[in-house]
């Protein structure tokens, strides 16, 4: 056996062939398994040349799948690093597009809104289009509901007191505050506020709807984001489902959409018929309204 010597002073600029010595370990191996073959089976006993083979196979077969373990992990190894450049640049391919998306629903919640705001114009008469103003809503009160907002306009876009304030899907109350830039509305869920309203099935049917009512059990409804009122006589028929609009009487213009009436309560002892309407305005959610003048009933 021939030793294999190696320079110290060289050692560091020369890589072992991994396979050659190895295959060296094989040779030597496979020499020593047959040399004990023969010293076992000398004499006597004849070799048995299949025993021989049949273990020669099998430690082949072992050295060849740690090479190919050894091969297969030294690549995943060899690749982490490419991998790891590939995961980064897919997050910040992923933070683009979740700003790009970010940027495309504020634009599609600007379309939509403009577009509610030209359908809250048609609720109105032709002599306030060209008097109406459109802002934003920059406040609003402590709580789930807007019972009081803060608009985005005031005296210097036209804004004045008692304006109407609806958005696109009906009436959302009046201006009662107006400073240079900014003016302040109560909706009609405040216990201030009062609207008399017509039923879009029969006109005639007609009542008032206001917070301050003496209905029972209203605080159960006023969480719900219900209005609550009654109507002028008990005899009207009013049923769940019917649409509620404004009736002219008072400031508001008629027939801006208020939303339908829930449910129906006929107190016998007071001689009301209640009506509880569920708004077709959401009063947890007002981004943008129309602001029209107030008529001038005086």
Known sequence: MIPLRFDKNKKENK???????????????????????IGRFSGANPV????????????????NKGFTFLQDNFKDILSFKENSEKVEKLKLENEKLKKE??????????????????????????????KAISASVVGKNDGNWYNTITIGAGSKDGVKKDSIVMNGNGLVGMVYEVSKNYSKAISLLDTKSSVSFKLL???????????????????????????????????????????????????????IPIGEVDKVIDDKNKSMKYVIVKPYVEFKNIDDVTIIEPRNIG
């Open 15 to 37: 890589r072992i062939n991994i396979k050659v010595v190895a295959t060296g370990v094989v040779a030597i191996t496979l020499i020593g398994i047959v040399g004990l073959s």
């Open 48 to 63: 048995v040349p299949g025993a021989v083979l049949d273990g020669i196979t099998a430690i082949g077969g072992n050295l």
């Open 101 to 130: 998306i970010i940027v495309l629903n504020n634009k599609v919640d600007e379309s939509e809104s403009l577009e509610s705001l030209k359908k809250s114009i048609n609720f109105v008469d032709e002599d306030y289009k060209d």
């Open 201 to 255: 099935k029969n006109s005639n049917f007609k009542g008032v709807i206001t917070q301050n009512s003496s209905l029972e059990d209203k605080e159960n409804y006023k969480d719900k984001g219900y209005l609550y009122g009654y109507m002028f006589d008990t005899s009207y028929d009013v049923l769940p489902g019917d649409v509620v609009t404004t009736s002219g009487l008072g400031i508001y213009p008629e027939g």
